[in-house]
């Protein structure tokens, strides 16, 4: 009998390897070829620099996590290869490293000086680490120098740019831009059925635009168990991806900064002061805000927006909460920028063409730290975030020749390159420059982007919805960026996700929070952490 | 009487089939999730080709652009498996032969046996973070030596006392009259005592395989791009757009055939080897 | 080997034959342990060892409600894991003690979880058991039941983690159990069963005893391998939601090697190695005459 267990598993597996061999023929060769295109048009047209002659026959390491040669963010490191090898006689290797494993692979790196790693295209939650150790170097001598590819500073988005530099100082060079949005069914927001339905249950006109957060918790709530699809099932209102681990700490980021960043009087409602625009810590005391009413109502706001959706996504990582959305079954999505691309991919998604995106909503109610009174607005409190890596290149302070990794690190900067990735969805690198957006605001035509296979009207929803929020709301919800950030973040995950299954209240689940962020901050260093985080929001003591 | 039976028999086969579902379940699973495409992953469906449009994509892609990395991780995974064992069994056989031939005085033999069995029960965590110090110190992070060295240290409680009850079971006879025929002891031990053991040394090698191949924390921990094994692999199937569930099922089948086919020779020696010899299978 | 003193021919080679492990293991094992224990007691910041602070990393993990919660998902998992594998395990294999055709192909299908990763079984229940549109609601809905959180419930979790466990463990249980069972004299069987004496009877006064030695090593090497559970919740839930399938291996998996806080990880570990010391004790107690 297990002869015969043993053989049928055998031949099963012979087969099944002839069958998926003899299928290696069909490659997409046709995406292929005007990917190549493309890219040599690119390639001709971006600044090269004039390589340094000392450079030819180097190597250099890059750290990368990993997805493999067609994947997002190493995709474009294994694509672009042979080209800079061509144009500098130089080459790198590509260490990928496990999304889990980023932390401590990178950290370790560093910090036993083992130096297997010279540039990281990484994810900017580790600036705080990375610059109270010296780790990485500032680049601001490169921009003048005339090696180096020429790239467009000042057409980035502001939020983003604040992450690439530190202080006055910049170590980051431009690539990835992400930040989250709400994305939405637009064929069910404009359709006067459910316009007039809703109307009915909720005494107010359907807001097409939504443009507070009530108003969208009215909507999810409003299209949550209802089979508004036809196809004999319960409809959802709203996913989120909230498994612990799974990113879902940036949902809470991005909705808590309209409660929780109060607007500063006078002529800079920008301005970072004590009590305005500040989101993680008090700069004076280095006292932890998460369990201020703000947060809490945010939180509040999000447990909310949890039960007009699946239960299960309080368990769900990115792939599970994103195709609910895709299939249809769901409303709403608030998420990052894959879901613009994955959109329209007809293998996932049966919501190309029906795209609609929103900017953030805000919040009319803000709580004021000053005066510690809530304090309701005319217009919605507009705060735009970066939720997400945004991943890009630093280069380590151990690697042998950083100038040589400055001038591959600009060249994936230069506009042609960088938009040509933005354009060609599975690089994972999404929109952030002028570049990338359309005309007339930003310099991009709908048609680089029809190419490469986006239906016109969805990615201008989705452009357009970049562009507002990045360039049209007048601040953004500052990264944490110091030593620790990590920990901080994980227990902020961990709590949000007690508060969203009910094993804690919000208000208890942000006292635990704040409690460990208090630990943290005392071995960490009270006071290195708050010079730390002043210099890390720019706040100059007021 | 038979009416007992009858019933008795209606619940075992019941038993059996709702036994084999149960434990062939995931492995199915893992198979039709390996030949969907992404988006029907995460919708119901169970028979190819009738519920669901199967493809090749996702083995094409492992095994052509992920090729070079699965290869190595097998590669890895085989090297630190089968050398793990061949260590763990030569010095864990060398043990067994002495605690089963000779009384300690110093140490009883009770003792020392509690004690090489009482190394399994430590936990892994409690070790781990010297282990990477001293491993960086020497350099042996991310090198397959590394690992060796280590699930070999896992390994060597079983294969001490599996070797040493099948030692045990041998009839002295033979080896006495080849030492008063002027062998050596350490002769005695290679040309006779291990020959006739083999059945249970390959049980315990076959064991000691199977945990390392299985080893996650440590793999996880000190291996980087160049010792890099299956286990790693799988866990690395998460990226940017979430978890690959497609790419975990083809990895996870990859990574339980050899196991499950050296498994399926030896299966006799198994049980054996499992309770550390407390049971004769 | 030299004849340096007269050694009596059955001695020779005596302490060759065991040195070999024992430096081994000293080596490997005891000497990374006196390592863990001096981290314990001393501050770090990325890996690097501060100062000395004496108890101050344990009475911090004593006082952390995170230390806590994961002994109790630690202790709450043990006892349920080794309850069901071994109850199901000796159920099964009081089920096929007999003779029956095909033992010999089920025994080697029970083989196959043994070797699968916990890593890739972790992420496959995540599908197995995903709520929305996985086979077990699905198959839960025929039945006309409703569909159960598995992973955004946090008893459930627990419960999903229990499940992949037992799935990959009771077949080893029955394995072992039923191999016990088989060596049993089979006449005692007979003569009891022509005493006319109940199925329950039998199974008490005869092979409860006979069995139990090897009852007692599968409880004792189950509670010990459950103790060290990591791969499974990291893949499955990854401690999640909130902390409720953290386990101590977890904590001391974050602390040390995310959080980089060397001293907090290793008492934590130091914690977790007396706990199963003083279970694995037990077994010694009652088992040790068996390694004369």
Known sequence: MSKFFRKSVFWGLVILLLFSLSLVAFAQEEMSELEKK????????????????????????????????????????????????ELTGATYDIAEIPFGELQAKIFTDFATGTGNYDCIVGPSFFYGDYIANDWIIPIDKYFDD????????????????????????????????????????????????????????????????????????????????????????????????????EQGFFNYIALAGSFVCMPAPGDDPAKITRYHNVFWFDPETMEPLINTPGHVKALEMLTELTKAGPSAMVGWGLGEAWDVFLRGNAAMCFTFGDVGTLSQDPRVSVVQGKLGVAPIPGSKEVYDLESEQWVTLEEPNLVGNKCGASWHGVISSYAEDPDMIAHFLSWQATPEINHWNVAWGWTGIDPGTTYDFLEPAGKAKIEDYTITGYDAEDITQFLDAYYTLWFEYPRSVPYLRIAGAADYIESLDIHMSEALTGQATPQEAWNRAAQDWNRITDQLGREEQKELYKEAIGYSGE | MRKKRRWTNIILWIAVIVAV?????????????????????FRLSFIPFVQFEPTSENWRSELQMRGQEIKRGLKNSLIIGVCS?????????????GLARYKYHRVKNRDITMWILSQRFLPPAAVVIPFFLIFKTLGLIDSVVGLVLINATFGIPFAVLVTRDAFRDLPEEIEESALVDGCSRFQVFSRIALPLAAPALVAAGIICFAFAWNEFLFAFIMSYSKAVPMTVLIAGTQDTQGIQFWYVATRMLMAVVPPTILALTVQRYIVQGLTFGAVKG | MNRKKRVPLKEQGKHFFIFPAIIWLLVFTIFPLLYTLYLSFHGSRFLRVTKFVGLENYIYVLSDYRFWNAF????????????????????????????????????????????????????????????????VNNFLHALGANAIPWLSHPRWALVSVLIADVWQWTPFAFLVLLAALQAAPRDLYEAASLDSASGWEIFRHITLPLISPTLGTVIILRTV????????????????????????TFNVYTSGLRDQNLGVATATAVILLLMVLAVSQIFFRRYGSNYD
């Open chain 1, 38 to 85: 493309t890219a040599d048009e690119a390639f001709a047209k971006a600044d090269k620099g004039q390589p340094d002659p000392d450079w030819k026959g180097k190597k250099f390491t890059i750290a990368v996590l990993a997805s493999g040669p067609h994947g997002a963010i190493s995709g474009p490191l294994y694509f672009w290869r042979p080209y800079w090898e």
């Open chain 1, 146 to 245: 005339p090696r180096m590819p020429e790239w467009d500073r000042e057409s980035i988005a502001p939020p983003i740019r604040e992450l690439l530099q530190w202080g006055d100082n910049w170590y980051g060079f431009n690539n990835d831009h992400d930040g989250m949005v709400i994305y939405y069914r637009k064929d069910l927001f404009n359709d006067p059925r459910w316009q007039a339905e809703f109307k009915e249950e909720y005494g107010y006109d359907f807001p097409v635009s939504p443009v507070t957060w009530q108003e969208i918790l009215d909507i999810a709530k409003f299209f949550n168990g209802k089979d508004w699809n036809g196809d004999g099932k319960d409809d959802f209102g709203i996913t989120m991806h909230l498994k612990v681990g």
């Open chain 2, 21 to 41: 579902v149960w434990m062939l379940f995931p492995f199915y699973w893992a198979v039709i999730t390996s030949i969907k495409k992404p988006a029907d992953v």
């Open chain 2, 85 to 97: 064992a061949l260590v763990a069994l030569f010095i864990g056989a060398l043990a067994g032969y």
């Open chain 3, 72 to 135: 109790r998902v630690t202790i709450t998992f043990v006892v349920l894991s080794v309850l069901l594998t071994v109850g199901l395990g000796l159920l099964l294999a009081l089920l096929f003690n007999r003779q029956m055709k095909g033992v010999q192909f089920f025994r080697t299908i029970c083989t196959t979880p043994l070797f699968t990763a916990p890593v890739a079984l972790g992420y496959m229940f995540m599908i197995i058991l995903y709520e929305e549109g996985g086979p």
């Open chain 3, 225 to 248: 391998e459950a103790f060290k559970v990591f791969d499974l919740p990291f893949a499955l839930t990854n401690g999640g939601p909130g902390l409720a399938t953290r386990t101590l």
